[in-house]
């Protein structure tokens, strides 16, 4: 080989590796290409993850306002309190090995002290995450807090190590009000109970974003990437609750419940008969909204004396059974048996098929036999000749079945489905019920429930349906939304009344509306309903709970609307298991409906119309004396009704007298004593027992003594003088010395049973 020449094989080998090079550096060429082409959004967005923190910025929740624009559910501002575990790392490494400054001891001391959390726990965060950049160590915290939370930041030099972040946190002003319809959200701000959970698409509004850029310990950088996306506000709800009336019904729920000393809770609703707004709907010992993860009383109460170890799975496993049943919206959640009540319903049937009419009489002997079986009527001894009028208001079974034979089983499963009972309701409220009718209906079924028994609806089925008959038969669809709007105050929905079906004629319903009425103001069962000055329809109920465990126990309602000659308002009240004093419809539900209406209508703008009998029998309120003589006091005294005695002293002018001015007593037996002088009243005399006795006796009894009566409850004139009420309780206890002239005041029940829930023999 020639010097200087090269070799075939050499310049073979050459090529190849130019060749393996030239490819190797072209693919890597197109890869690049490729990477800053193709994948370039690919690979810059994982570059900027890497370099930068995506905080969310939540949207403000929508606003729930009720009818009126009192607010239900708002917003205010709290405070996230986070450390940052990789901040304190770096701080502690630049301070060095040495240091006797320890960040981590530091911060878990001084948030244990500020927010009293576990120092053991804010320690193992800032030791044990230090690749985290965000440990949350407590949520919802106050403004207050938060100042000294900054002012440790300041002391303490920790402003890349503890951080606040505001926060918008719901709050519901009313605390427990109307709880089991507003419903509640997670931390989160995701509802998960009642409009919260109903509405969430419309008021969790969208959430906006705050880009930063950060170094590897999450301290900011500048950086072109950072942005800010706003966030959009939830839409706001109008609802029909109003606050006034959600207050009034809440009362009567809890008196009930506390004075019965119910087991399983007490539930209203009360109602707009002509559109279906629900005005106020409540369950009793009800949560408070802004910490729903606390239970109420009575719910701790059944978990501690369970007899579970705390934090055993029975012990848990219970204690979210109870949370879940209270926070439960009985009301339109569980079925019941309605009872008497439901004989609102036969009636309109056999009205509206012209089966019966008001004055054809029938002779109850106490039972009536079907099938075979022999079922009885409330009244066991029979209420002997009564018209069908008085059999619906006296409530006699043997009526109802009769009634129920007359309408046949083809033609009621077709009134019960066009009054709504075979289907939801439609309300706007998450976890609605159904009822339970049994799919084969025979003879004695048919006339078991023609008189309300063994059978179950949800009270949202069973008001609605006593609505229809109020508003003139027509069924609407009940809601609680009325309009949702945007901050800008742009309607974005509107709520229509929702007609279903005419169910029954307008005459109809305006024939057991009279009926129904009669029975409250005159000898029916549903007199404790009565309300002077308006014409309350009402119809109670009692019936025997069937379920496993609750072997005699009973639930008592009542169903009322008002004024019967031009309904507006229809109210339902269901007392389950209730368990002191005489337990029917009439004595656990009935009262507390006339109490509720009795603030209710005249807010709801009803003006009371007074009869002469109820203008007669009202109450009269003393006048001031004070510095009058003798004879002109008894001057005006006379006038209104009272008689005046004097209770010693010397002198021309009264000086002090008892009952005070302004007092309501009752006129037929009011007594004003007068003071003279220097003379004061003395406790002389002892308060008797009144409780039980009838409420002419009571009268006697304080009138004699020479002590005043208030009235409280029924106070119905109409009622004949064979039938009346008596002592419930009494504003003083017996035995207590007062002066002459005090006032008493007594509350005033009827005791009839409405029904015996042990109809078969």
Same mark, same amino acid.
């Given at each position: 080989?020639?010097?200087?020449?090269i070799?075939?094989s050499?310049?073979?080998?050459?090529?190849?590796?130019g060749i393996?090079i030239?490819?190797v550096?072209?693919?890597?060429?197109?890869?690049i290409?490729?990477?800053?082409?193709?994948?370039?959004?690919?690979?810059?967005?994982?570059?900027?993850?890497q370099?930068?923190?995506?905080?969310?910025v939540? *949207?403000?929740?929508?606003?729930?306002?009720?009818?009126?624009?009192?607010?239900l559910?708002?917003?205010?501002?709290?405070y996230?309190?986070?450390?940052?575990?990789?901040?304190?790392?770096?701080a502690q490494n630049?301070?060095g090995?040495?240091?006797?400054?320890q960040y981590?001891?530091?911060i878990?001391?001084?948030?244990?002290?500020?927010l009293g959390v576990?120092y053991?726990d804010?320690?193992?965060?800032?030791t044990?995450?230090?690749?985290?950049?965000?440990r949350t160590?407590?949520?919802?915290?106050?403004?207050?807090?938060?100042?000294?939370?900054?002012q440790?930041?300041?002391?303490?030099?920790?402003?890349?190590?503890?951080?606040?972040?505001?926060?918008s946190?719901?709050?519901?002003?009313?605390?427990?009000? *109307? $709880?089991?319809?507003?419903?509640?959200?997670?931390?989160?701000?995701?509802g998960?109970?009642?409009?919260e959970?109903?509405?969430n698409?419309?008021?969790?509004?969208i959430?906006?974003?705050?880009i930063?850029?950060?170094?590897?310990?999450?301290?900011?950088?500048?950086?072109?990437?950072?942005s800010?996306?706003?966030?959009?506000s939830?839409?706001?709800?109008?609802?029909?609750?109003?606050?006034?009336?959600?207050n009034f019904?809440?009362?009567?729920?809890?008196a009930t419940? /506390?004075? /019965?000393?119910?087991?399983?809770?007490?539930?209203?609703i009360?109602?707009?008969?002509?559109?279906? $707004?629900?005005l $106020?709907?409540?369950?009793?010992s009800?949560f408070?909204?802004?910490d729903p993860?606390?239970?109420?009383?009575?719910?701790?109460?059944?978990?501690?004396?369970s007899?579970?170890?705390?934090d055993?799975?029975k012990?848990n496993?219970?204690?979210?059974?109870?949370?879940?049943?209270?926070?439960?919206?009985?009301?339109?959640?569980?079925s019941?048996?309605?009872?008497?009540?439901f004989?609102i319903?036969?009636s309109s049937m056999?009205l509206?098929?012209q089966?019966?009419n008001?004055n054809?009489?029938?002779?109850?002997?106490?039972?009536?036999t079907?099938s075979?079986?022999?079922i009885?009527?409330?009244?066991?001894?029979?209420?002997?000749?009564? /018209?069908?009028?008085q059999g619906?208001q006296?409530?006699?079974?043997?009526?109802?079945?009769?009634?129920?034979?007359?309408i046949?089983?083809?033609n009621?499963?077709k009134?019960?489905?066009a009054?709504g009972?075979?289907?939801?309701?439609?309300?706007?409220?998450?976890g609605?019920?159904?009822s339970?009718?049994?799919?084969d209906?025979?003879?004695?079924?048919?006339a078991?429930?023609?008189?309300?028994?063994?059978?179950?609806?949800?009270?949202?089925?069973?008001?609605?349906?006593?609505a229809a008959?109020?508003?003139?038969?027509?069924l609407v669809?009940p809601?609680v939304?009325?309009?949702?709007s945007?901050n800008?105050?742009?309607?974005?929905?509107r709520?229509?009344?929702?007609?279903?079906?005419?169910?029954?004629?307008?005459?109809?319903?305006?024939?057991l *509306?009279?009926?129904?009425?009669?029975?409250?103001?005159?000898?029916?069962? *549903?007199?404790?309903?009565?309300?002077?000055g308006y014409?309350? $329809?009402?119809? /109670?109920?009692?019936?025997?709970k069937?379920?496993e465990?609750?072997?005699?126990m009973y639930i008592c309602?009542?169903?009322?609307?008002?004024?019967?000659?031009?309904?507006?308002?229809?109210?339902?009240i269901?007392?389950d298991?209730?368990t002191?004093?005489?337990?029917?419809?009439?004595?656990?539900?009935?009262p507390?409906?006339?109490a509720a209406?009795e603030?209710?209508?005249?807010?709801?703008?009803?003006?009371?119309?007074?009869?002469?009998e109820?203008?007669?029998?009202?109450?009269?309120?003393?006048s001031n004396?004070?510095?009058?003589?003798?004879?002109y006091?008894k001057?005006?005294a006379?006038?209104?009704g009272?008689?005046v005695?004097?209770?010693?002293?010397?002198?021309?002018?009264?000086?002090?007298?008892?009952?005070?001015?302004?007092?309501?007593?009752d006129?037929?037996s009011?007594?004003?004593?007068?003071?003279?002088g220097?003379?004061?009243?003395?406790?002389?005399l002892?308060?008797?027992?009144?409780?039980g006795?009838t409420?002419?006796?009571?009268?006697q009894?304080?009138?004699?003594?020479?002590?005043?009566?208030q009235?409280?409850?029924?106070?119905?004139?109409?009622?004949s003088?064979h039938n009346?009420p008596?002592?419930?309780?009494?504003?003083i206890?017996?035995?207590t010395?007062v002066?002459?002239?005090?006032?008493?005041?007594?509350?005033?029940r009827?005791?009839?049973?409405?029904?015996?829930p042990?109809?078969?023999?």
């Open positions: 080989m020639e010097k200087g020449s070799s075939t050499a310049l073979r080998r050459s090529l190849i590796l393996a030239f490819s550096f072209g693919l890597l060429m197109l890869r290409l490729i990477i800053q082409t193709v994948d370039f959004e690919k690979y810059q967005n994982k570059v900027i993850n370099m930068t923190t995506e905080s969310p939540p *949207a403000d929740r929508g606003k729930i306002y009720d009818r009126n624009g009192d607010v559910a708002t917003n205010i501002t709290t996230r309190v986070f450390i940052s575990p990789s901040g304190i790392l770096a630049e301070a090995a040495d240091s006797k400054t981590a001891e530091i878990a001391y001084g948030l244990q002290q500020t576990s053991d804010v320690y193992k965060q800032a044990e995450y230090t690749e985290y950049l965000d160590i407590k949520r919802k915290v106050d403004e207050e807090t938060a100042d000294v939370v900054r440790f930041i300041e002391d303490y030099e920790l402003g890349t190590m503890v951080y606040l972040e505001a926060q946190t719901r709050y519901y002003p009313g605390g427990t009000l *109307a $709880a089991h319809m507003i419903g509640f959200t997670s931390s989160d701000g995701i998960l109970y009642g409009l959970y109903q509405y698409e419309y008021l969790k509004g959430d906006g974003y705050y930063t850029a950060r170094d590897s310990y999450g301290n900011e950088m500048p950086y072109e990437y950072s800010y996306i706003d966030a959009v939830g839409y706001n709800l109008t609802t029909t609750i109003d606050t006034t009336i959600q019904l809440e009362e009567q729920l809890e419940v /506390t004075e /019965t000393e119910a087991q399983n809770r007490a539930c209203g009360v109602m707009n008969v002509k559109t279906g $707004a629900v $106020a709907m409540a369950t009793s009800p408070d909204l802004n993860w606390t239970m109420d009383a009575l719910s701790y109460q059944e978990l501690v004396t007899g579970y170890t705390p055993s799975e012990y496993e219970l204690s979210r059974e109870l949370l879940m049943t209270m926070w439960s919206n009985k009301a339109i959640t569980e019941y048996i309605p009872g008497s009540t004989k319903i036969t056999a509206e098929e089966l019966v008001l054809e009489t029938l002779s109850c002997s106490g039972s009536h079907v075979g079986i022999r009885k009527c409330h009244k066991v001894n029979g209420h002997g000749t009564l /018209t069908y009028s619906l006296q409530s006699c079974n043997v009526w109802f079945m009769t009634l129920g034979q007359r046949g089983i083809t009621y499963q009134y019960v489905k009054f009972y075979y289907e939801k309701t439609g309300i706007d409220l998450p609605e019920g159904n339970i009718f049994i799919s209906m025979s003879e004695l079924d048919l078991i429930y023609a008189f309300g028994q063994n059978f179950n609806v949800t009270p949202i089925q069973q008001i609605c349906a006593v008959v109020a508003n003139g038969g027509t669809t809601y939304v009325e309009s949702i945007d800008a105050g742009n309607t974005i929905y709520h229509e009344t929702e007609v279903k079906r005419q169910v029954v004629s307008e005459a109809v319903c305006d024939t *509306a009279t009926v129904l009425e009669e029975g409250v103001s005159g000898d029916g069962g *549903a007199k404790n309903a009565y309300v002077a014409r309350v $329809a009402a119809k /109670t109920g009692t019936s025997e069937k379920t465990g609750s072997e005699g309602s009542c169903v009322a609307f008002a004024p019967a000659d031009d309904p507006e308002i229809a109210i339902i269901i007392v298991e209730p002191k004093g005489s337990l029917y419809g009439s004595t656990v539900a009935a507390y409906i006339s209406l603030n209710i209508l005249p807010y709801y703008g009803v003006e009371p119309i007074y009869t002469a109820e203008i007669e029998n009202t109450a009269v309120r003393v004396y004070k510095g009058y003589s003798l004879e006091a001057t005006i006379e006038k209104q009272i008689k005695e004097i209770g010693g002293g010397t002198g021309d002018r009264v000086t002090s007298q008892i009952p005070p001015a302004g007092t309501e007593i006129k037929d009011g007594v004003v004593v007068l003071y003279f220097n003379a004061e009243p003395t406790n002389e002892i308060v008797p027992d009144l409780v006795k409420s002419v006796a009571a009268n009894i304080l009138e004699n003594m020479g002590l005043n009566v009235i409280d409850g029924v106070n119905n004139p109409f009622v003088e009346v008596y002592v419930f309780s009494q504003s206890a017996p035995g010395a002066a002459p002239g005090t006032v008493v005041t007594l509350e005033f009827y005791n009839d049973g409405d029904e015996e042990d109809y078969l023999s």
